[in-house]
T-cell receptor, first 115, second 110 residues
């Protein structure tokens, strides 16, 4: 079974530029998460999707961040414009929908450096 | 969700058991204890979870105290590849969210 796929793995941009990250979850996983992980800290949830619906985006900085999951499968997270403080690892995770716990499967992440 | 407290770091010897403690004194009856780990440059990986009974799988064992206020993750025979940050997380049964703390940075030494 293929795991969660993310691309790119690394991205270096200058501040004020836009950037996008892509995630393809495990097949059959209806729930998709985006996390941000700053250096030396644990991941922090940005947004959670159930199928194509964003059901928890309370931690997403909506002035510059946006996300979509149009067909309820893969997802894109965008930052426009990027700021120096956005340098972090952006992780995508997925799990099967419904009760039964929080066994989430994480991708390798995209490491973003904003110069 | 209940907050957890873990030591920031610990060392263990290769081949020996590694015992990772976690305090969750405010845990409520419908909350589970989950353990994840994150190896350098990888995403977090699920290890094990439990409610009140001890649990064991191919990766580790989870011992939860009778009052459920603390737990211990046991890696029975630590290898160098077990070097990672280990996160103890308390999750509501009907929840849909993992709230990561700082975790314990475990270094397995030869």
């Amino acid at each position: 079974e293929a795991g969660v796929v993310q691309s790119p793995r690394y991205k270096i941009i200058e501040k004020k530029q836009p950037v996008a990250f892509w995630c393809n979850p495990i097949s059959g996983h209806n729930t998709l998460y985006w996390y941000r992980q700053n250096l030396g800290q644990g991941p922090e949830l940005l947004i959670r999707y159930e199928n194509e619906e964003a059901v928890d985006d309370s931690q997403l900085p909506k002035d510059r961040f946006s996300a979509e999951r149009l067909k309820g499968v893969d997802s894109t997270l965008k930052i426009q414009p990027a700021e120096l403080g956005d340098s972090a690892v952006y992780l995508c995770a997925s799990k099967k929908q419904g009760p039964g716990g929080e066994t989430q499967y994480f991708g390798p992440g995209t490491r973003l450096l904003v110069l | 969700d209940a907050k957890t407290t873990q030591p920031p770091s610990m060392d263990c010897a290769e081949g020996r058991a590694a015992n990772l403690p976690c305090n969750h004194s405010t845990i409520s009856g419908n909350e589970y204890v989950y353990w994840y780990r994150q190896i350098h440059s990888q995403g977090p990986q699920y290890i094990i979870h439990g409610l009140k009974n001890n649990e064991t799988n191919e990766m580790a064992s989870l011992i939860i105290t009778e009052d459920r206020k603390s737990s211990t993750l046991i890696l029975p025979h630590a290898t160098l590849r077990d070097t990672a940050v280990y996160y103890c997380i308390v999750v509501k049964a009907a929840g849909n969210k993992l709230t990561f703390g700082g975790g314990t940075r475990v270094l397995v030494k030869p």
